[in-house]
């Protein structure tokens, strides 16, 4: 498997993925964290155009996507019941979306954006349980809660070296 920078053309993959995902996430009991479409292919075409769309490809075949940058996020600014590891810089992991039966992408993926930066910060919904396991298995830390932009809430990892 490899990692790569995703381009306009890989879009339509990329999409298919993450259709697949929130149906995954709505068959599983987490139909909340990706409603009304997100992410729209606005916000993905935006991450392409500005270098943070990854794809992790196997085979030839496009398997997994998501959004890497060592940014500022916003909605990491205010954290309750916890705080974070550090106030270093640090990489975001967002978006990370699985569409094949092979086991251990999601950690893969994981793993290359920790050997970018060493130092992460990621966040998900309390019901995505897929995503929590292998948040622990890859010895993120529970820092608190943070809100994302519509308001709800969202349990919050940081991983540092």
């Given at each position: 498997m490899q990692i790569i920078k995703a381009t306009p053309a890989d879009l339509p993959r990329v999409m298919e993925i993450y259709q697949h995902a929130?149906?995954?996430?709505?068959?599983?009991?987490?139909?909340?964290?990706w409603a009304n479409g997100y992410p729209q292919q606005s916000l993905i075409s935006a991450g392409i155009a500005q270098g943070n769309c990854y794809v992790c490809v196997d085979d030839g075949a496009i398997i997994a996507t998501f959004y890497y940058a060592k940014e500022q996020d916003p909605t990491y600014q205010r954290i309750e019941n916890?705080?974070?590891?550090?106030?270093?810089?640090?990489?975001?992991?967002?978006?990370?979306?699985?569409?094949?039966?092979?086991?251990?992408?999601?950690?893969?993926?994981?793993?290359?954006?920790?050997?970018?930066?060493?130092?992460?910060?990621?966040?998900?919904?309390?019901?995505?349980?897929?995503?929590?396991?292998?948040?622990?298995?890859?010895?993120?830390?529970?820092?608190?809660?943070?809100?994302?932009?519509?308001?709800?809430?969202?349990?919050?990892?940081?991983?540092?070296?």
């Open positions: 929130r149906a995954f996430m709505n068959a599983n009991g987490n139909g909340g964290q916890g705080h974070w590891l550090n106030e270093k810089p640090y990489g975001v992991l967002h978006r990370i979306a699985v569409h094949s039966s092979k086991k251990g992408i999601a950690s893969y993926c994981l793993q290359w954006c920790f050997a970018q930066c060493g130092n992460m910060r990621i966040d998900t919904h309390q019901h995505n349980l897929p995503m929590l396991r292998v948040l622990e298995k890859n010895g993120y830390c529970h820092c608190g809660i943070i809100y994302v932009a519509d308001g709800t809430p969202r349990l919050a990892f940081q991983k540092t070296r």
